[in-house]
């Protein structure tokens, strides 16, 4: 079998003590399910500023391009906040985003049990939370020009000045969006709801139309509804679990997946993925990261949550390669270490907890595994 190819691009800060930890299962997955993988390891953000001048190395650009998949960290600090804009640490990340053409990502809200009392919400509400909120990345009123700030000569206008950005989406934009969102569901409940403003906003009307063309011709055992997105910001904290996959643009995704997050307790648990469009081997383009930052407060102590890491790698297993039996083994492991009272600092509730190091959670999540 062709091993799988792997970027890892540990990053800054926390990033390289949780990537540690992705490897350590990497491993657990090369001797215990015959699985093959040839990864290799390189440098971003702040950590690439130190050796190349500038966060991401053309070279590791040319490699993310090529691998099946890239694993990357955190990037950031306060040895960087300084930096000109351009070479910041979070640039390294923009390029890679932006040169992989990573058009949907994938904010996955998944209440695990153990952890339902750290959810904003009552427990009878987000307990066995499990939804997908596929945002639209790479266009939309973040890129559409015009854009900026410009002085009128509108005497009426107290300061004189205009702020403009564009909501500007096309329908090939639109459509391979919600293909992915569409095929996402047809592996999880078969349920789409798609969000916009269609009401008040015309590219809202195109999102909507555009969303149940593709349904309507390519994906019709998919069940789909259509959501204005301030409702859809209300029924997220009033019923979330009605959802399955939410597909949604950049704007409004931004903010609802920051929400859902939120349902499900501590930045240390939730992992992401961003997908571009099929390469020459069918697999998608694919980053997977975790979402939180690389915790300049905690680095190099020991006290990192590996888990949001870990579960960006059980993403990596389902969606780049197709084993979701796998990404089930990993996703229960984790389920069994939080049963079992094991937590990072930052799960420790006030119902307490039996405190472990990164690394000691990497091992037992390694033991759950080996029990399965
Ligand atoms: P952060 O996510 O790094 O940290 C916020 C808080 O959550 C901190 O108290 C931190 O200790 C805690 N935390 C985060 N991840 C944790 C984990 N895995 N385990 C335990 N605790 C965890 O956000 P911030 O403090 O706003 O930013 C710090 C740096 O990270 C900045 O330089 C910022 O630009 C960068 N950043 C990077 C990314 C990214 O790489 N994708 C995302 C957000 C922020």
Known sequence: MTPFSLLILPGDGIGPEV?????????????????????????????????????????????????????LGAVGGPKY?????????????????KEMDLFANLRPAQCFDAL???????????????????????????????RGISDDNDPENEGGRVGVNTQRYTSGE??????????????????????????????????????QWVHDNEYPDVELSHMYADNGAMQLVRNPRQFDVIVTDNLFGDILSDAAAMLTGSLGMLPSASLGAPMANGRPKALYEPVHGSAPDIAGQGKANPIACILSFAMCLRYSFDLGAEADMLEKAVEKVLADGLRTGDLMGPEGGKPVSTAEMGDHILAALSAQ
Request: glycine content about 8%.
């Open 19 to 71: 990537m540690a930890e992705v490897r350590k299962v990497i491993g657990w997955f090369e001797q215990n399910r015959g699985l093959s993988f040839e990864v290799s390891e390189d440098l971003v953000g702040g950590a690439a500023y130190d050796k190349h001048g500038k966060p991401l190395a053309d070279a590791t650009m040319q490699k993310a391009q090529e691998v099946d998949a890239v694993l």
């Open 81 to 97: 906040d300084n930096l000109d804009f351009s070479v910041k640490p979070e640039r390294g990340l923009l390029r890679l985003r």
């Open 116 to 146: 339902a009392d750290f959810s904003s919400l009552k427990r009878d509400v987000v307990a066995g939370l499990d939804i997908l909120i596929v945002r639209e990345l790479t266009s939309g009123v973040y890129f559409g020009e015009p």
């Open 174 to 211: 639109i459509r391979r969006v919600a293909r992915s969102a569409f095929e996402l569901a047809r592996k999880r409940a078969g349920r789409v709801c798609s969000m916009e403003k269609a009401n008040v906003m015309e590219s809202g009307i195109l999102w909507r139309e555009e969303v």
